[in-house]
């Protein structure tokens, strides 16, 4: 070396491309998504719930002290979520709604509210930024009818396995599912599907609202059998424009039990404030 300054040479770490990449049509893959849509019809789980909040917007990441909960659900919308505080296990909030209309109740806040399933006043607090519609379409990915559009495209990803520490390369499909704006032409997405390549299995979903950006994403941990049935062993809900993540982990799942219209009836204690929205 002639500037005088040893050098050695470091190992580089190739990314390894996995042994086994399959190949699927877009048929195949809506079939794939509706026949798991399918055989489910309801379930009741109890789960760990992790939230955290925070990002350009409102600064400073907090992630908030992880607590348990549980989860009904019902097809085709009815889903209830409680969740409870950490230690003492009282209740935190008490969330359930028929698809259309929702009423949460939160007794440490000693407040209530109901209205349309959508934010319409956004709160500070994340807890009260809940809504049902979208822990419903994170925690199943919904059936695709023939009248939604379609377009397959791949995708690579290089990443680190968190087991063995090395570069792996995940290929991947995108199917992405449009529809036609009334008034024009032009196309836009409601949802987009990532497939691993390597199984098939999906493994987040992006959900986008009116405007084109992406609303809610779900990102669906590694599958777990419960009973009979498989399902992933956590789902992560973010919400990237209130600046949100919920990390559901499920501890046991019961499925297809038949579930009955007052489990989803959230009843409002006597003298509550309750915030009706519109």
């Known amino acids: 070396d002639v500037t005088g300054v040893q050098t050695c040479a470091l ?6 491309m996995p ?15 509706n026949q798991e849509y399918a055989q489910i019809s309801a379930f009741t789980a109890p789960v760990t719930f992790k939230v955290s909040e925070g990002g350009s917007l409102k600064g400073r990441e907090k992630t908030y002290t992880s607590f348990a909960g549980y989860i009904l659900l ?8 409680i969740g409870f505080l950490p230690f003492v296990h009282t209740q935190a909030f008490d969330m359930g709604s028929n698809g259309k209309r929702f009423t949460v109740v939160i007794p440490p806040k000693n407040k209530a509210y109901t209205g349309p399933n959508t934010v319409t006043h956004e709160s500070h607090n994340p807890l009260e930024n809940l809504r049902p519609e979208f822990f419903f379409d994170s925690l199943l990915i919904n059936s695709i009818g023939p009248e939604d559009l379609l377009v397959l495209t791949s995708e690579t990803k290089t990443q680190i396995d968190p087991r063995t520490k090395r570069l792996e390369i ?10 036609r704006t009334s008034d ?12 691993n390549r ?12 009116a405007h084109g950006n992406i609303e809610t994403q779900a990102i669906f941990g ?9 399902y992933p062993s956590s789902v992560t809900i973010r919400r990237p424009l209130q600046e949100y993540e919920i990390v559901v982990t499920f501890q046991k799942i019961t499925f297809n039990l038949a579930l009955t219209d007052d489990q989803f009836d959230v009843k409002i204690p006597s003298g509550m404030p309750v915030t009706h929205l519109h």
């Open 222 to 230: 590694p599958l777990r059998s419960f009973g009979r049935l498989q």
């Open 170 to 179: 995940q290929p991947g499909y995108l199917l992405t599912v449009l529809h």
């Open 184 to 195: 024009s032409n032009v196309l836009v997405p409601r949802r987009v599907i990532h497939f």
């Open 74 to 81: 019902r097809k085709p919308e009815d889903i209830r979520v």
């Open 11 to 16: 190992p580089i770490s190739l990314a390894r």
């Open 198 to 209: 390597t199984d098939l299995e999906p493994y987040e979903e992006d959900i986008y609202d």
């Open 19 to 33: 042994t086994t990449i399959l190949t699927a049509t877009p048929e195949q893959l809506v079939a794939r998504i």
